[in-house]
Structures are given as structure tokens and as C-alpha cells.
């Protein structure tokens, strides 16, 4: 049984059949066809303001894209210390910016905390000598699968522009956040300051396509621009558009999401006495120890050690498609461990 | 009636079908699944050779991503002026490498000439104060619809090797290429001295698939490391593996690009007086005059302009699925004119 | 006899004693000193302008840096074919900018025309799919030894200006540029429409030393980030300001320059029948023919062949300090040949 | 009396001398002149050693360009969080390198740990998903004024040797550490695992003159490209090697960094009881308290503020020609307080 992450899920088949239904006729190129053209109004729709909408197929391209148009070669971009765009992307800031520099933040549970941003704005000079605050980057739901209040964002978005910095979301599992806090997604991102989110819709059913939304149209060619030139503008636009807009106009984000979040809220309550971190969207993280981790996989689970190989932790992420019995078995074991 | 591109195309049945088939259960991610672990046999087989094939969505990131292993950021590309990569990717070469510069090279129908590299070669200075001739980039089929024989790219890439360049194909159109010279893929790749090929399977029937095949492998580590850094490693590399597996298994890349050639020739013969280049893959380029092109439009087809405003050239393009009536109809109307 | 470069050149003694007088006493570093803050006055006073002055040490750094300052990194800088930016500096404008494109243009002397400018913007296609064009930059004078007029120069700058290009003049050799137009430096600069010069002063006299001049001041704030992050701030900044400072206040700019291009006549008047350019500055281009080339050197004059191997061209180039005997005896030894 | 740093110092009378002397008749340009031509033998006289040496203008060319040298765009770099690389050269690692991602470690006084390289080692997952760890920089003497000792180069080397990363030394400060060991320059070099060295000469008495030494000879083509593409090959080199060449050749490197080393220590006993770190080269850094700050800075003394505002912190830094009334009054007023 595999809890190794959302990424090994399939598509759902929502997301399948809109893809196969733009199977259909010559389309024009290159965002020029009707699926495309949709995307703005329809996540627009999804998001209650006017948005700029640009399909992608991966989350790295999203985060990187976004804040290469935040930040110039000699700004500095901050994140936790955990963050997707610090750890699991080879890099991929630094490239599309042409040297941004990333500044790792601190933070409980992934979270990043007003405190701690503060003080490492303050601390930053103000001199030609150094790179330039230019963009904060968030990430709802976290790595570490704990949630932003929207109150929490707002605080940390304000203090980024006060300070003239751009804020940037990235929301690859966006939809698990929305589905915990029972809210309206414009309370996590424009009304609570984000001027860009990287939407991601692959982890939660689709099959690679992710939304850079711009709240802020300002920034909209230079994106464009950067994006054809990184190789993430599709020939074939239709089918990552098609994507989009069966996730949000069909309702299998809010449906996917709300179902990997309970599971993982049933794994939660399962190992809660070894759990890391409070359980908000689909992971769970448990300290089972160097024994425990072995006798699981024994018994035919699957999942990642997470972090130091002596601390004995463990992810599981629960993904859209998880087999009915997947999560019940793994719960099981961790009740008799 | 569509020829704008073949890029309008829809995505062939064997290769939804295989997409489809491919969405089962929860399989790893970024690669290590088992559609991406066929692909270096599956191409291996293709080319009848021992290759390193990675996956990747868009032909801008499989041609820049390959120049930027080929070339240090202080190299020159050589390439035709009129190469997809010099005038259609709004600087991704530049963009990956950290800078190399293209060398533009003339060159009639869109081919490039042994005398016209030779002389470029020749004339460039070996010294410390300009970019270091790196890389030779060849498109096969080229971008006027034209094709190199293998001989052809024997001779270019031996000079390119004798003077220690690295060879680069953009075969966006390969297998029309392949398909009109009735010959083995390995004779105009590898064994006319090829050592990376831009492989595209999404004109030809694909939805968004590209294999980068390495025929030497002493490049892979840096490719995969860029590939993963510029957002183009697809966390869910199942889809876009199937859709290159079926492309090439099925023999949809064949059938397909004889279906187009054959129909660009018919367009040729039909625009015989006025034909620009040689008809040699699914691209017709026919000089009709400014009031001709009205005309045709009027019609009811819709294709390109090509080249400067006041030259009157159109291209038409055949794509895999164009509709049966389209091309007499075509043809009929070129006659008319 | 030494005819290879004005780079050979020793520092004349006006700006040696300048920058030895500046060697006294504990001077504010990075540019807070009393030499680099009267920059802006002094050179503001030569230009009749209010600008903005940067001392770099050398011309790479101040033509890629105000070419990074003008263009995005997916921008088309347009340029003569033998510009110094495009063979000279190893891909500079291109690493600087994070990859933007250089478009080669013809022309005769080295010098740009309207018509291929104009010719070369409207072939250039408006979309996405390209490099934007955001730069034009001018060589005064040329690397062929010859000198825009005012007139030409702002024909270029307006053409440039109405299509959304900012204009950049590469002064390597400007000085002798307006010794030879006797005109004030404004005509050929921000009264022609030119927004930022790479003022030198190397060649001509001094020791390293290179002036961005900015006559408008928006674009200031990244250059100055730009030239830190690139290394070339220097940490003692008084000595190259105070090379600059005498280079302008004392008037060796023009008595260097007039000497330099009044040699140049000379060797220009010897070789009357075999010149290739006009000769308007400090450089000479003759077609000697290879065996020619050959007596010369025999005969104990040193300079570099120009262009093809086979073409039999020779550059000589006049520095400020060529000893008094030197151009009389190669006037006589191109008399004899 | 300023304490502001050792870049406020002029350049000292035997490198000044130096350099009159190099101006002296037409010279080859682009280090093909004498003064470059002897560069190697010179400082591999001075580090006992074969060694390729270049000349550069500045400290923040000098690492940027080496440690693009050492590391892929992809590569991680590790150095010190207080290193000058991290935290006053603008992101210039990042710039030059193409993207490469710092990796601050903490480390008390300035010095990095063996403790703290294993643990980010061992940390730091082999996956292509993350940049690629690549160099090791360490600064000698650090930016805090302290020194590494020859056994924790070696460890330190010895580790990042083992794990694949090349070792680079900031040695901006380096007389002044090799002046504190009272030891061979080869000890905390070549014969410690440094694999390049960025030896400064500008604040310890040169005008602006840092020399990269390569003590492995097989990364010199790549550094020579780069460093030309990044504007930092000076045309008249003579003028930056006679400079390099008077500061080891005379021994001005030695007395300087003794003067400062000891007027140094001098300042360190008479702040003793404030003091934050050991005393090792010329900088000395002492918790003053916000009052006391303020009071010496009534009494005629400039120094920087150092670290977060409220901290109290001061750096006093001693310049090679620190007017000799200066110590003794700072020692007496920092009794006084």
C-alpha cells in the first residue's frame, strides 16, 4: 500500500474525460483555443476577483516562473526554510531568476512566522552590497502538511509590502488547505495579500497541469515572455487547459481534497501519540523510530522516511485515488505497533 | 478548413488510448515508474542503439535543454538563421545555457551548407575574446519543409567534430523526415554523427510529449539535473512516457507522417508555379501574391503568412488529422488562382 | 614599431599624477569618496547634462552592464555585425542580461544604417514567440575607425525610440569620435538621443578606467546593483574616479584624441590607395595582400591582420603615446611597398 | 581617525612605485605584456608551488569567478553565513555561476566547523531534486578577524574532498592570516587541500589588485573565458600585475599585514573586557554598547555599526597606513569608557 505521495496518484476521471472531450477538431496553438481562452474567466470565477491565468505542467515551473517575475537577478527571495522551492528544486529559483538568492526562514511545522520574517528584514541592510528583499514566498498547505489561517497570511503579506516586497503562494496543494479551513479561496490569497499563486491541480487529480494566477495583471508579460522562453508554453494548450477547468468547474478539487484530508485526519488520530505535526491537509507525520519504520514496510507499507536518518520519521501522504482499504490497513498497523 | 500548423492537431487515438490505459493505480513518481523505465529499450529499439531517452512536454525545452549540455554559457550554437531555435523560442537557448550565443547561418530552402559552416568556422578567431564554437544544431525536417539526406548530416557533423563540436537535432518533424526518406531513423541520427536528438512526437500525434535521446551518455547526469532545475521533470512522468511508448510501438509516427507528407505533396503539385522550396515533409511554402492570399481566405482557409508583409508567401501545414476534404479542396482552390 | 592597439598604451602623465595625488590619507571606500562623488559634476559638466556617472575599470563591464540595464533577458539587442559587443567581449551582453539575444545587423564602414535597422525591426514579428527588442546599440566611434554624424545618430536613436528601444553608444573610442567631428560631446550623445554611454577613457589615456554615463536617471538604481553583483565596484573607487576626473578636467581627452587621429591621417594618406574605410579616428585598415603584410612586419612594424586570413587586411592603430618616429616610418615603408 | 575598514587605505609607496615603473612604452595588451607574463612564476615562488595566477581588480571577481570555476549552476555551495561571498557581494556567486545556491552554515568567531559541514553534508539528500553540493569557501581571515589554523584547513578540505566538493579560500585578508601563523603560505593553501585561493592585495596595500590562484591547473581554460565575459580581463594588464607582482616580490604584504596585525592586538587589549572574538588579523570587533558607540564617535572615532542595531556592537578594522597617532588614542579612549 502506497503512502509515498500524492504524486503517484492517476488522474481522476473528471479530469480525464474534459481531456478527451478537447480531443476534438484543429484547436488553435499555442493558448490561442477556446480551452485557454476560458481560463481566466473561469478561475476568476473560482477565485471571486480578476485574475490573469497561465497553465503550466509542473509545480516547479509555477513557484520559479512566479518568482523570477517578483524578483530581479539580485533579490532576495524568503521562505521557510522547508519550502519546496529551498529543497526540491534543484535549484529552480535561482535559474529562472538568473541569481536570486534565497533567504531560509525558520518555523514550527512549516509554517513561517510573522516574528521571524521581521527580524530578518530588519537585519537585512540597506546597501547596494547586498541582494534586495523582493518577494516572500508562502507555502499553503505546507510542506510539513499543517495550514495558514487566512489572519496568518494577511499578517505576513502586509508586513511584506510594507516593506516592498511581492508576495507569492504556492498552493500545491492549495485545494487540501481551502477543504480544511472550510473557506473561500479568496480568503487565503488576494484578500489576504497574495499577488501570485501557483495552483496546483496535479497532486489532486489531474494529470500535469498547474495555474500561475496573478492577482497583480501588472506582471503578466513579463511572465509570459519568461515562460515561453523556459519551454512551459504548451503547443497543444488545450490539454492542460482542459485540465484546469474541469478542476475547478467540476468540483473534484473540493471533492479530492476533502477526501485525503479526512483520511489523513484517520491516520492522524492513529498515531497520535508519535505525531509531529497537527494534521491539516493529506500528510501525516509520525516519529515511529528506526524499528518501527522497518516493521511497517514489513508488512507492506509504503512511504518515505522523512528528515535525519536517525530520527526515525516517517510521511505518508494520502492521495485522491487511495484504495478504500489503504488507509484503514495502515491505521490498523499503526494501532498495533 | 485549418493549416496553420500541424500544432492545431489533436492528439492520435493509439496515443489517448495509451494515456488512458496508463491512468491504473498509484504508480511512483518523477520517473521511476514503468512506462519511464521502458523508455531508454523502447528508443533504444527505435534507433537501433544503446540510448538515454528522457521525457520531456514541450520541443522548446527539449532543443534548449540539449544545447545547454552541449554548450558552456561562453559557447557559440551554430545554427540556420531560420532555425526554430534561433527565431521562434524567444531566446530559450540563451536562456538555459547562461548565455551562449547563436551563430545564424544562411542557407537556401532552410538547410545549412558544409561551405557556409566551414566558412563561419573558419573565420572565427580562437582566442580568449569570443564565445567558443560548441555546438552544431541541425532541424530535421527543417523549418521550410525540407530534408537533409544522410549524407547530408554526415558531412556537417564530421567538420563539427573535427573542429570539437557537439551535434544537436531538432527533429520537431522527424519522423516526417524519416518518413520521406524510407529510411532507418539511425541513418540521420547516430550513425550520421548525431550525439543529442530533440525527438517530438506532439505534431505528429502526440498531446505533449518530446523524448531528449542521447546517443552519448556521458551527458545524461547534467541534462537530468537541468531538466529537474528548469521545471521540466513531470512528477507524474507516466503520462507523458505512454504517450512516447505508444508513438513509437504502435507505429503511429510513421503512418501519421506519411498520412501529412503525402498530402503536402498533393498541395505541392497543386502549387507547383509557385512553390518556394521542395516539398519534402507535411509543410507547403507557395509564394501567392498579397491578393491571393486574400482570395484563399476568403474562402474559407486559414493558414500563415510567411516572411516579410509585402512578399505574399503563405505556408500551409498538413496535420496528422486533417480532415479528408480539406486538402482537394485546397488543392482545388490553388488551381483556381 | 608597434601599431597593434591602443591598448598598448602607457597612461599619459595627467592622469598618472591625478591618480597618484588621490593616494593620500583614509578615503571613504565603494564609491563614498570625494573623487567617485564628483563624478556626476564633472561629467555632467563635459556632457552639458545633468547625468549620472559610473567608474568601471573596464569597456566589457560598462557596454554589458548598461545593455543588462536596458534589455530583459528575453529582449533582441540590435548591433552592427562587427561591433565589439558581438565579437569581442566572449558573450558578455549575453551572460549580463541572463540571455538576451544580439541581432547582428550589416553595413558598410561599420557603421549601422536607418534601412537595415528599420528592414530588421519590421521582419521582427510581435509576439510571444521571440526575443523583445529593447536595445539598439551604437559603436562611436566604429570598431572600423569611422564617426556617426549627429544627424545619423539621432535618425537611428528616433527610429530606435519609436519602437520602444532604449539606445546605448559603446565610446571605447569617443573621444577621438568628437575630436574628429569637432563638436561638443552633447551632439553626438543625449542631444542625438543616446541614454546611456560607455564613456572610455582607457584607450586614450588612462590607466583603467571607464564611465557609464546615464542622461536618464531611471535607470540608475539597477545599474548599480547590476555593476556590485557583478564585481565591478571598486572597493577604492578614488582611482579610477580620479583618472576619470582628469581625463575630462585637464583636457588630455582631446589632446590625445587630436594627435591619435591626426597620425591616423597621415598612415591613411600613405596607404591612400589600399584603404578600406574612411579614416575618422585612431585606426587604419589597409589591403595590403598577404606578401605586403609580410615586408612590413620583416621591416619591423607590428599589427594585426583584419577579417579572413586570405584577404590580406591589416589594422594600424595609433596610441596616444606612439613615439614621434613611428608613423613617419610607416608612412615611408607603405610608400615603398 | 577612521576604523572603517582597510579599504579606506591608499596604496603603499613600493605598489605605487611599481606601477609608474609599468608605465613605460607600448605594451601587449590583455595580460600577453611581461608584468602578467611573470605573474606565475612569481606567486608560485611566493606559495612554493606550481600555480596558474590571474589578475583581477576586485575581491568580489575574484570568488564569484572561481567559485563559477568549482560549481554547475545546479551545484551548492557551502561557506560561512557571515561570509563575505553570503552577505556583501550581492548575490554575486549566484550571478556568475548561473543560479548556484549558497548554503550558509553557522559557525562561532567567523569559522566554519568540521561538525557543521558533516551534518549539511550528511543532510543534504542525493537526489536529483536538489542542487548538487559542489564547493566548499572558506574565508582566511575571516570577516571576523580570526584564523583558521593549517590542521583545520586540512580537516575541513579533507572532508569536502572526500564528498566531491572543490575547496575555494576568500583570502581577501589573507597576509594578515599568514602574518598571525607566522607559517609558510603553502600551509594554508595547496598543502591544505585549497584547490583556489582568491589572494587579495587591495586592502593591505595594493590600489585594486587580487590575484585567483589555481593550485589545480585543469579548470584555468573555463576560468580564462568567464573571466574575459565578465569584463574582468583589463586590457592594459600590466598595470594590475606590477601591482601583484611588487606586493609579494617586495615583502610590503608581510610588513603591512604586521603593522595592522599588531596595532590589531593593541586595540584587542585595550577592549579586552568587551571583546567578541579572538584578535587574528586587524579587524577587532567589541560589544560597546549603544552609549559608548555614541561617545567614542563624539570623540573623533569612525568605525561601523556591526550586526543587528540594538546589539552595540563595533568593528574596528587597521589600515596598512593607519596614521600612527591613532591606535594609542583609541586604546586610551576605550580605557576611558
Same sequence: chains 1, 2, 3, 4.
Wanted: a negative charge; glycine letters at 8%; one cysteine or more.
Amino acid at each position: 500500500m502506497r503512502f509515498y505521495s500524492d504524486n503517484t496518484a492517476t488522474a481522476c476521471p473528471e479530469i480525464l474525460a474534459a481531456l478527451t472531450q478537447a480531443n476534438q477538431g484543429l484547436a488553435l496553438a499555442y493558448g490561442d483555443d477556446q480551452w485557454t481562452q476560458r481560463l481566466d474567466a473561469a478561475l476568476g470565477g473560482f477565485f471571486g476577483a480578476e485574475v490573469r491565468a497561465f497553465a503550466v505542467a509542473t509545480g516547479t515551473a509555477a513557484n520559479a516562473l512566479s518568482l523570477a517575475t517578483l524578483s530581479p537577478p539580485y533579490g532576495a527571495i524568503y521562505g521557510h526554510e522547508e519550502a519546496h522551492i529551498a529543497t526540491d528544486e534543484c535549484g529552480a529559483p535561482g535559474f529562472f531568476s538568473g541569481g536570486a538568492q534565497l533567504v531560509p526562514l525558520p518555523g514550527a511545522a512549516g509554517k513561517l512566522t510573522l516574528e521571524a520574517l521581521q527580524l530578518a528584514l530588519d537585519a537585512h541592510p540597506a546597501s547596494v552590497h547586498t541582494v534586495q528583499p523582493a518577494a516572500l514566498s508562502l507555502t499553503q498547505a505546507t510542506e510539513l502538511g499543517t495550514v495558514y489561517r487566512p489572519a496568518e497570511i494577511a499578517a505576513l503579506s502586509n508586513l511584506a509590502h510594507q516593506r516592498g516586497l511581492r508576495v507569492h503562494m504556492d498552493g500545491a496543494r492549495f485545494a487540501n488547505a481551502v477543504a480544511f479551513l472550510d473557506c473561500h479561496p479568496a480568503e487565503v490569497t488576494w484578500r489576504a495579500g497574495v499577488d501570485v499563486l501557483s495552483f496546483g491541480a496535479t497532486k489532486n487529480g489531474a494529470l500535469a497541469a498547474e495555474a500561475v494566477v496573478f492577482f497583480d495583471s501588472d506582471l503578466v508579460r513579463d511572465f509570459e515572455l519568461r515562460r515561453k522562453r523556459a519551454g512551459h508554453l504548451l503547443s497543444k494548450s488545450r490539454y492542460v487547459a482542459a485540465q484546469l477547468l474541469a478542476y475547478v468547474e467540476t468540483g473534484v478539487w473540493k471533492r479530492n481534497a476533502q477526501r485525503t484530508n479526512r483520511l489523513a485526519q484517520d491516520i492522524g488520530r492513529a498515531a497520535a501519540a508519535s505525531l509531529m505535526h497537527p494534521v491539516q491537509a493529506n500528510e501525516v507525520f509520525v516519529k515511529l523510530g528506526v524499528q518501527r519504520r522497518q516493521a511497517l514496510r514489513a508488512a507492506g507499507f509504503e512511504f518515505y522516511d522523512w528528515g535525519a536518518e536517525g530520527a526515525g520519521a516517517a510521511r505518508f501522504v494520502v492521495s485522491w485515488d487511495q484504495p478504500d482499504a489503504d488507509v484503514p490497513a495502515l491505521c490498523a498497523a499503526l494501532g498495533r505497533l
